[in-house]
């Protein structure tokens, strides 16, 4: 059966520093990955997808970056973190297009 | 370009009590629609999804959803709610990409 694993659980950085949120999915391959962000009151923000490796969509512009440098690994970055970049971060997979996707854990990241 | 609305942002009721969380969609083609369940300190999961056929769905734990192609709407039920359906709920719509709508947050009192 298929797995998701996000870590870290939780995490707490100052303004300024970098970021890097790993997201790895076992028992499928080829999978397409996504990144949400998950705000409260306002569902799910997709922040970018990748169909395959070195392939990643960006939706919404912002501070942040992905990275997808093995077929079922996923990255979200950012070299400088800003108080908006609070939230809860997501990862999620899906066989192909845009249909059934399943969760990770999340990621609960708080900048100071 | 697609939306997903729901209409409540918060629901409270009592165990016994019947459930209706609304949603909407935007998008004028072909669609697979979704409701995921969030409780508390949990993963997002899959309630039930509609792809085609039967336009009632019926999904897990008594949840059920209807699609109404007519109202662009995808409302999801259940006819008696337990503490245990505490939970946030997202409705999703899947055209040309998934898309959330704002969650509503169930609480059920005991």
């Known amino acids: 059966s298929q797995t998701i694993h996000q870590w870290p659980a939780t995490l707490v950085q100052p303004v300024g520093s970098p970021l890097s949120l790993e997201c790895t999915v076992e028992?499928?391959?080829?999978?397409?990955l996504y990144w949400y962000r998950q705000a409260a009151g306002r569902g799910l923000q997709l922040l970018f997808y990748?169909?395959?490796?070195?392939?990643i969509s960006s939706e919404v512009p912002q501070n942040l970056s992905a990275s997808r440098p093995q077929d079922r690994q996923f990255i979200l970055s950012s070299k400088k973190l800003l108080l908006s970049d609070s939230g809860f971060y997501l990862c999620?997979?899906?066989?192909?297009?845009?249909?059934?996707?399943?969760f990770g854990p999340g990621t609960r990241l708080t900048v100071l | 370009a697609q939306s997903v609305s729901q209409h409540n942002h918060h629901v409270i009721l009592s165990e016994a009590a019947s459930l209706e969380l609304g949603c909407n969609y935007s998008y004028g083609g072909t669609v697979n629609l979704f409701w995921y369940v969030q409780y508390p300190g949990q993963h997002l999961q899959l309630l039930l999804k509609y792809f085609s056929g039967d336009p009632l769905v019926k999904g897990i734990k008594g949840f059920e959803a209807e699609f109404i192609k007519s109202k662009f709407s995808f409302n999801l039920r259940k006819p008696s709610v337990q503490w245990s359906d505490t939970a946030e709920y997202f409705c999703a719509a899947a055209g040309n990409k998934l898309t959330f709508g704002g969650g509503t947050r169930v609480l059920v009192k005991p």
């Open positions: 999620a997979w899906g066989a192909e297009g845009y249909n059934e996707q399943f």
């Open positions: 990748s169909v395959g490796i070195g392939q």
């Open positions: 028992g499928t391959s080829n999978p397409n």
